[in-house]
C-alpha cells in the first residue's frame, strides 16, 4: 500500500479529483496522458492516478493490471478499480482481440466452436470450414 508521506502532496493530490454524483466515478481533472488516463507526478516519480488512488487502501499483485469496472480511463475511484491479468484487461476492452474474441461466427456465418474452431499457437482463431475451402481453392 501507498501513503503519503506528505500532507500538502495529498491534499494536492485529492484537490484534482472531482466526483460524479449520477456514476459514482471520482474524475481526474488534473494532467492526463494521450489514451485519457490521469497523469500526476509524486516526489519526482511520473504515476498514472488511479494507480495512486487504488495503491492508498490496496495492493496491486505481482503481475497484474488494474481495470476500470466503469470504463472511464480519467476515473480514480478504487471501488471502481480490480486487479487481472494483462490478457484478462485485454479482453474486457473494445479492441481488436476483444472484440475477435467475443465472436461467435466467422464473416461468413459458420459458428466458431468444436470441431470447427482452431486456435492456432499464436491465440489466432480459424473456422475450420473456411480454411478447408480455402485450401482446396473454393470460395466459403
Not at 449520477?22 to 488511479?50: D, E, F, P, R
Not at 484487461?89 to 468444436?114: D, F, I, P, Q, W
Request: hydrophobic share 35%.
Amino acid at each position: 500500500m501507498m501513503q503519503f508521506n506528505d500532507e500538502r502532496i495529498a491534499i494536492k493530490f485529492w484537490e484534482r479529483v472531482q466526483p460524479e454524483p449520477m456514476s459514482g466515478c471520482w474524475l481526474w481533472v488534473g494532467a492526463q496522458n494521450t489514451k485519457g488516463y490521469g497523469h500526476t507526478w509524486i516526489n519526482g516519480v511520473s504515476l498514472l492516478a488511479h494507480r495512486v488512488s487504488f495503491l492508498v487502501e490496496n495492493e496491486i499483485p505481482i503481475g497484474l493490471v488494474l481495470d476500470h469496472k466503469c470504463r472511464v480511463r480519467c476515473c480514480v475511484n478504487p471501488n471502481h478499480l480490480r486487479a487481472l491479468t494483462q490478457k484478462e484487461n485485454v479482453l474486457l476492452g473494445a479492441g481488436t482481440a476483444a472484440v475477435n474474441a467475443r465472436k461467435v461466427t466467422c464473416k461468413y456465418g459458420h459458428l466458431l466452436r468444436g470441431d470447427n474452431l482452431r486456435v492456432r499457437p499464436c491465440g489466432r482463431r480459424e473456422c475450420v470450414t473456411c480454411k478447408r475451402r480455402t485450401n482446396r481453392g473454393t470460395s466459403a
